[in-house]
């Protein structure tokens, strides 16, 4: 049973323009959510989090939305750059269960030159 | 520092074979929490063990244990391997008893033949 869904395996941007990658959830419990990075061959990295008190969170070139009538949350990055170029995986947690974390399957960004 | 560090890198085993998996955690964290990523699918979360208690466990069949050592070193074992066990096994660390700030380590790819 996913809870947490990244319905786009893929993604490609030009450098510079903005990237967005989506993620739904199904869990109404869930009230923290989470974004991470992987490169290959190395863990995923914490990038930025939300509560859901919030509806938006943002740090530097990254900003977290959340829209929990619509259980979405999507990652903007502005301007994209060829580093960025990762797997991104979207996690959520319930409030009395943070020590276990649901993750999406993951978006694959390519960021053009 | 050095971060999370896990061993071996790569496994390969036979079918009912058993397998121990070993992390160490960045030094003065005391949570360690480890996740099975299936090829194409984002992390399953499998056990969280925090100042050598278990505190939470995933969906996974009694075949998968693990524990926690006074070093908060932990080791992940799996017996009577299934094909279906074949995947990435992350583990992640944290200095306090909840997934924010964790950090992962860059897995122990296992196959299973």
């Known amino acids: 049973d996913q809870q947490v869904k990244q319905n786009s395996p893929s993604l490609s941007v030009q450098e510079g323009r903005i990237s967005i990658l989506n993620c739904d959830y199904t869990?109404?419990?869930?009230?923290?959510f989470l974004w991470y990075k992987k490169y290959p061959a190395e863990g995923p990295t914490f990038l930025i989090s939300?509560?859901?008190?919030?509806d938006k969170n943002e740090d530097g070139r990254f900003t977290v939305f959340l829209n929990k009538s619509a259980k979405h949350l999507s990652l903007h990055i502005v301007p994209s750059q060829p580093g960025d170029s990762a797997v991104y995986f979207c996690?959520?947690?319930?409030?009395?269960?943070?020590?276990?974390?649901?993750f999406g399957t993951g978006t694959s960004l390519t960021v053009i030159p | 520092d050095a971060g999370v560090t896990q061993s071996p890198t790569h496994l390969i085993k036979t079918r009912g074979q058993h397998v121990t998996l070993r992390c160490s955690p960045i030094?003065?964290?005391?949570?360690v929490s480890w996740y099975q990523q299936v090829l194409g699918q984002g992390p399953q979360f499998i056990f969280q063990y925090y100042e050598k208690e278990e505190r939470g466990r995933g969906n996974f069949p009694d075949r998968f244990s693990a524990r926690q050592f006074p070093n908060y070193s932990s080791e992940l074992n799996v017996n009577a391997l299934l094909l279906g066990d074949s995947a990435l096994y992350l583990c992640a660390s944290s200095s306090r008893d909840r997934l924010y700030g964790y950090t992962f380590g860059s897995g122990t790819r296992l196959t299973v033949v």
């Open positions: 030094s003065g964290h005391k949570s």
């Open positions: 869990n109404s419990m869930f009230d923290y």
């Open positions: 996690a959520a947690s319930i409030l009395n269960r943070r020590n276990q974390f649901y």
């Open positions: 939300i509560s859901s008190i919030k």
